[in-house]
């Protein structure tokens, strides 16, 4: 009966060392393959603020600059202040798609382009409810590698328009 123990101890130790070099070798595939999802990168650190140049406006900003943050976004926040928003760093441009799920707060939804220039502007968008399942999507007219999301009316109080300069 030891004898038995021993045989299943064994295996079991087996089967979980393979399990966990698996998990290992796959972390590391990852690490190797979508580097950004694991580290920020961003050219002289993340930004601390948006500056619209025209308006004089300056949003303080959380950065949002890796996949799992993108998902996340603004998601759950109950409140957030007018002088406040989140930046959303992508490494390339491309025409960019967002949702409202989860977002308990309205939001205006600005897009720039690589030269930090305004592409898109969508406004004043209403959270998509919990129990609703499907949320719709709302994509950029152009490319944009930024996008910051501020709170509804943001824009329009503002005067922000498509073509304004941007600074961060």
Do not use: H
């Not at 393979?18 to 961003?42: C, E």
């Amino acid at each position: 009966m030891i004898q038995g123990l021993k045989k299943l101890n064994i295996k079991k130790a087996i089967f979980l060392g393979v399990i966990f070099l698996g998990a290992t070798f796959l972390l590391m595939a990852l690490i190797v393959v979508y580097p950004n999802f694991f580290i920020k990168q961003l050219k002289g650190g993340n930004p601390e603020f948006v500056n619209f140049v025209k308006q004089g406006l300056k949003i303080k900003v959380d950065v949002a600059a890796t996949p799992y943050e993108w998902t996340k976004g603004l998601m759950f926040r109950e409140a957030m202040a007018q002088d406040l928003g989140m930046l959303f760093i992508f490494p390339n441009s491309e025409v960019r798609s967002f949702w409202m799920k989860n977002t308990l707060i309205p939001l205006d939804i600005i897009f720039i382009s690589k030269d930090k220039k305004i592409v898109d502007i969508k406004e004043n968008f209403q959270p998509c409810p919990s129990s609703q399942i499907f949320c719709p999507s709302y994509n950029s007219v152009a490319e944009s590698m930024y996008v910051v999301e501020v709170n509804a009316e943001v824009v329009s109080k503002n005067n922000i328009k498509v073509g304004d300069k941007v600074e961060f």
